[in-house]
């Protein structure tokens, strides 16, 4: 099946740090995926998108990277706050019209 | 522009009973969107629309059905409630015209069934 997996268990960072959470696919080769963030009792919110042609792409304190040989992308947050603290989650498109999520990874920040 | 709207917020309902979930989106989008997200589960495709007057199952529609109504409301139905429906559903809403194909969510419905 065509999966993607991000890391069930929360991290726990330090205010001042980068975070770093992986998003790895299998068996398929996305054209671009997105990043959500989602806040407790909320819906989640879009981020950021890269596509399979872009190794970097940045958004304020935000970096996505998609390194395709690794099926993996990684999501940054650089001088990390405690307002940064949410679960975020990473999906891919499997057709047209159809997404598919990660089951998202829990950030705290502490300060 | 209130975004996505869902109807209610919160339900509890005994095992058999029925009710609709709805959602509106004043974006003027082609596509919307039924999930369920449970723990550490994430989030599951119930539902989709692509367009007015399509449909399509996702990952896990059995016990649902869903109606596009017009391009600004797509419903759920709960038909016979069970234990295992019990989760929080969101709406979301995406139009065709977006260079991101961003997803736009409404703010849950909570639901529990006894």
């Known amino acids: 099946s065509q999966k993607i997996e991000q890391n069930s268990e929360a991290l726990n960072i330090q205010e001042g740090k980068t975070a770093t959470l992986t998003c790895n696919y299998t068996?398929?080769?996305?054209?671009?995926l997105q990043w959500y963030r989602q806040d407790p009792g909320r819906g989640p919110v879009f981020l950021l998108l890269?596509?399979?042609?872009?190794k970097e792409k940045r958004k304020e304190r935000l970096k996505v990277t998609f390194d395709t040989t690794l099926k993996q992308s990684l999501f940054h947050i650089t001088a990390s706050q405690p307002a940064d603290s949410a679960t975020y989650l990473c999906a891919r498109y499997s057709s047209a019209s159809k997404i598919i999520f990660g089951s998202g990874t829990r950030l705290s920040i502490r300060p | 522009n209130a975004g996505v709207t869902q109807t209610p917020k919160f339900q509890v309902l005994k095992t058999g009973q029925s009710m609709t979930l709805q959602c509106a989106q004043d974006m003027n989008h082609n596509s919307m969107y039924w999930y369920r997200q449970d723990p550490g589960m994430g989030l599951r495709l119930i539902y989709y629309?692509?367009?007015?007057?399509?449909?399509d199952k996702g990952e896990v529609p059995n016990g649902y059905n869903v109606s596009r109504l017009n391009k600004r409301e797509f419903s759920l139905r709960l038909e016979s409630a069970a234990p295992s429906q019990t989760s929080v559903y969101f709406c979301?809403?995406?139009?065709?015209?977006?260079?991101?194909?961003?997803?736009?969510f409404g703010p849950g419905t909570r639901l529990t069934v006894l």
């Open positions: 629309s692509a367009s007015e007057g399509t449909t």
């Open positions: 979301a809403s995406t139009s065709s015209d977006s260079a991101y194909n961003e997803q736009f």
């Open positions: 890269i596509r399979e042609n872009e």
């Open positions: 068996n398929y080769s996305p054209a671009y």
